[in-house]
């Protein structure tokens, strides 16, 4: 894991900037970085699943584009 993909997963944890996505912990969003690399793709990957699913709440001011 690299210095950029770490970031990502520190603000997958949840932080003081953002609000955390239910149902993503520390375990979901190692492995979640781990398989797409990066916070966009992880969100990609979570709206598409939401289509089907409805699995993950992201917050509409998360502020990642």
Do not use: W
């Not at 990502?8 to 690399?37: E, F, N, P, Q, V």
């Not at 598409?48 to 917050?59: F, H, L, M, R, V």
Request: glycine letters at 4%.
């Amino acid at each position: 894991m690299n210095h950029d993909e770490f970031v990502d997963l520190c603000i997958l944890c949840g932080c003081d900037y953002c609000d955390s996505i239910d149902g993503i912990g520390s375990i979901t969003a190692y492995k979640l970085i781990l398989k797409h690399r990066t916070i966009e793709n992880v969100l990609k990957f979570m709206e598409s699943e939401n289509k089907n699913k409805q699995k993950y709440n992201i917050p509409t001011d998360y502020p990642i584009d």
